[in-house]
């Protein structure tokens, strides 16, 4: 069989042999689906918790269901699929546990869109019919999102699937209000909360996004009520002075200290506001004088508090203002801005007006800004919970990847304020609170007393029992709370809900929690992580009489967010993001899910994903799915070259057989294996794929299947001792590749079933998927030859370097010598040398000590240096030496040009002074390389004579 070189791709490789098993072509998209759907119908993942193994668990953060597959799904998904594939090849028992959120003002926010165009609003239908249209819309519509991540290949137990509505999770919701409120932990009050004026609703920190804007800063003068003159105080919301019931300064500003106690003539108003002193104030921000609105924002309302200073509520819930507004009293909020900026310039309060960009708190869902507004809702009690994080917390529970998370997680569990977890909505899990209806005229106010129970029935029984009889002339009647509970208080309880908790004694319960691992975004730590864990802790402490853990993943592995080409974060409202099934459809899942992981710098860190809008292409994914070919066609090569037969019936190579190659690439195997193994383990997935990759890509394909060719194919009539030899080589080309494709395995899935079983020659319904992790080889690893190896690779690229410079055909044969004083690396040289002459197309191939190079004739050569050897390539006779001189003459020439404007432009004072520091490094680094060239190329010369 005719050699080619080893820079040559695998795709060009053929060799007279049985028909190969795989067809030439890889189909991504059709391999993919055989496999998705062999794997999902088999119950490959579906784990059963009595089976022996040590347990390992994920519940992957469940998308909304209004939700699309977007890239931070893809990337979520790839790292998580990574993991849990992993851990199922080392021997565990694994659950990868689905499941979506029911996403309560996306779902509604859909629904009444619909309602609008029909001209109908839902209360036209009323509680029962829209709840029933909204579970008719998520049965058509919302299961999109779970179709798309299968196209992922997400080896979860879909059998498994949970949704935060379903009866099990709503049951531990109604369990999980009970037990806080019983702990004194839930309470309904009023507060200040976010207000959506478009969606009607309360809504959490998370439901608002903080944009930058260009608003405008009014300076206004509040008169003293003594009329000894005024304070100017400065507003973005001129509509909310109404509410003012205070302006505040610092008590260590001198400039106010005689003016705190006295008060103010509040303007258009002429309420009496009093000035207090908080150490809240910046005094050296404006004028240092604050108007207060504590029923208006969120700061203001601490400062009433501590200065006990009345609550004026000047706006209405839907963005209007109300009564207590006077002549402003209807207008919309906007209007009234206006409206209120307006009377203040015309009674002689208006200072003066600047631009002002500034960031407005806006309703993720409504898209409108939202309002502070006091409202009665339900409360969680979050300092309790908080401490007993922030205690496991100094115990490394749980341990975040990178560490440095850490430190986030426990910020916001300090001075955390309290948790607002009702909203004004009817699709979500109804809040199970009865209000006694009957003690307040039948309607409910904030004064109606209530209950919390777990059902209707045992709600009646705890209120017959404090209204009924006695001196009460009516009967108990209770209404249900029309509203429903925050979405992430369902969220909150994810990891234990969905293994069946309130029943301890689920077995998925007992066998998978806590779980292992928690995949997420950083930008979701506050929001998610936290509240989980302090759900876990009121709710889970229990267990650990059992010895069992309350903190309810072991470890969170933070991830970084994908970013565009030109580094902005990826986002449906910046119009930058990308689908990811189109790069499937183009590429294939495996390509996608390998380009993302491979490009991880580290956890934590955000990758960059190139892509041209014009065409839906992506170099990166390209370069992934280029990969996906290498392993087709070098996987095709060697079913074509094993004659037949499969690693299983070729069994283990026989260490006293193996040649150098062979002994060379099975250590290299083995410490693949072991820096690989110990990567996944330690969430270094990035670097195992850059590693999987050069070791397959560089090593496998293009020197070792280059170095065993001629031993595949003995030719016509060969002897035993090339029969053995070339059963050998089969041998450890079908370990090698059937090993490597079980370490790709956890990132290219599909990828590695397929060319795994075409390998193999297993049956459809044993999957490389519940294999076990390849053993690692100790007796292979061996430092001395892994770098003696080295050096032989890095002469051989010196060899053909030197052919390419003296422009010899591929077809041309050139004697080779090597010149050495050390005798180790001599005699692997000269071991090596039928491996040297096959892959460099060498006449032949001496070795010589330093004294015999000095002694033989001198001949036109040219030379090469690889650490402490030489390299000859002797010329004269095979190539033109007038030629060779005139292209080393023009190399010379241009690295001179080089070096002369790369010096002059560090000679300049503005470049090396005025440039940026690695620019100016850039710049030297190429000089020291092109003067490096031109040294290279006059010593070749000199060669020449």
Known sequence: ??????????????????????????????????????????????????????????????????????????????????????????????????????????????????????????????????????????????????????????????????????????????????????QGLIYRGEYLVNWCPASGSAVSDLEVEMKEVDGHLWHFRYPLSSGAGFLEVATTRPETLLGDTAVAVNPKDPRYTDLVGQTLTLPLVGRQIPIVADDHVDAEFGTGCV???????????????????????????????????????????????????????????????????????????????????LSTQWFVKTEPLAARCREALENADPRFVPERWSKVYRDWLTDIRDWCISRQLWWGHRIPAWFVVSETGGVITDNTPYVVARGESEAMAKAEAQFGGGTHAHPVVLE?????????????????????????????????????????????????????????????????????????????????????????????????????????????????????????????QDIRLDYDRKSDTS??????????????????????????????????????????????????????????????????????????????????????????????????NPSPAALADQRTARAVLAKVLGELLVMLHPLMPHLSEELWHGLTGQPESSFLALQSWPALDQAALDDQLEAQFAELIEAIRVVRNLRALAGLKPSQSAPVSFVTGRAELAALLQEASPDITALTRAESVAVLSPEQAEAAPAAKALAGVSGELQVLLPIEGLVD?????????????????????????????????????????????????AEAQADLARRRLGDLG
Request: contains cysteine; aromatic residues 8%; hydrophobic residues 40%.
């Open 1 to 182: 069989m005719a050699r080619v070189p080893a820079a040559t791709a695998v795709t060009e490789l053929s060799a007279p042999a049985p028909e190969a098993a795989l067809p030439k072509t890889y189909d991504p998209v059709g391999t993919e689906s055989r496999w998705q759907q062999a794997w999902e119908s088999s119950g490959a993942f579906h784990p059963d918790p009595a089976a022996p193994g040590e347990p390992f668990s994920v519940v992957i953060p469940p998308p909304n269901v209004t939700g699309s597959l977007h890239m931070g799904h893809a990337f979520n998904t790839a790292l998580i699929d990574t993991i849990v594939r992993f851990q199922r090849l080392r021997g565990k028992n694994v659950l990868c546990l689905p499941g979506t959120d029911h996403a309560s003002i996306a779902v509604q926010t859909i629904l009444e869109k619909q309602l609008k165009a029909e001209g109908k609003r839902k209360e036209d239908l009323g509680r029962e019919a829209f709840l029933e249209k909204a579970w008719d819309w998520k049965a058509e519509s919302g299961g999109t999102i779970v179709g798309q991540l299968r196209r992922l290949g997400y080896s979860v137990d879909w059998q498994r699937e949970r949704f935060t509505l379903d009866a099990g999770c709503s049951a531990a919701v109604i369990e999980a209000f009970n037990r806080l409120h019983e």
């Open 881 to 929: 030496l007038d030629a060779l001189r005139g292209r080393l003459e023009k190399d010379i020439a241009k690295a001179d040009r080089e070096i002369k404007g790369l010096a002059g432009r560090l000679a300049n004072p503005n470049f090396a002074d005025k440039a940026p520091p690695e620019v100016v490094l850039e710049c030297k680094a190429n000089l020291a390389e």
């Open 291 to 373: 108007k207060v609105t504590p029923a208006h924002d969120p700061n203001d309302f601490a400062i009433g508090q501590r200065h006990n200073l009345p609550l004026i509520t000047v706006m209405a819930k839907d963005g209007s203002m109300n009564e207590a507004a006077g002549r402003f009293a209807g207008l919309d909020r906007f209007e009234a801005r206006q409206a209120v900026v307006a009377a203040m310039e015309a009674e002689g309060f208006l200072v003066r007006v600047e631009d002002y960009r500034h960031s407005v708190p806006f309703s993720d869902r409504g898209k409108v800004p939202v309002e502070p507004l």
């Open 619 to 716: 170099a990166t994914v390209e370069a992934s799915r280029n990969f996906a070919n290498k392993l087709w066609n070098v996987t095709r090569f060697a079913l074509m070259n094993l004659g037949g037969e499969t690693s299983a019936s070729l069994g283990e190579p026989d260490p006293a057989a193996l040649q150098l190659a062979d002994r060379w690439i099975l250590l290299r195997l083995a410490r693949v294996n072991r820096e690989t193994a110990e990567r996944y383990g330690n969430y270094g997935l990035g670097e195992a794929a850059k590693g999987l990759y050069e070791f397959a890509w560089n090593e496998v394909c293009d020197w070792y299947v280059e170095l065993i060719k001629r031993r595949l194919n003995p030719g016509e």
């Open 480 to 604: 249900q709370d029309p509203d429903a509970l925050d979405t992430w208080f369902s969220s909150g309880l994810w990891p234990f809900s969905t293994l069946g908790w309130p029943d301890a004694d689920a077995a998925d319960l007992e066998r998978w929690y806590p779980t292992s691992v928690l995949v997420t975004g950083f930008d979701i730590i506050f929001f998610w992580v936290a509240r989980m864990t302090m759900m876990a802790g009121a709710l889970m402490s229990g267990r650990e009489g059992s010895g069992i853990p309350w903190i309810p993943f072991k470890d969170v592995y933070i991830h970084g967010l994908v970013r565009d080409e030109q580094n902005r974060k990826m986002s449906k409202s910046s119009g930058n993001g990308i689908d990811p099934l189109l790069l499937i459809e183009r590429y294939g899942a495996d390509a996608l899910r390998f380009a993302l992981v491979r490009e991880v710098a580290g956890a934590g």
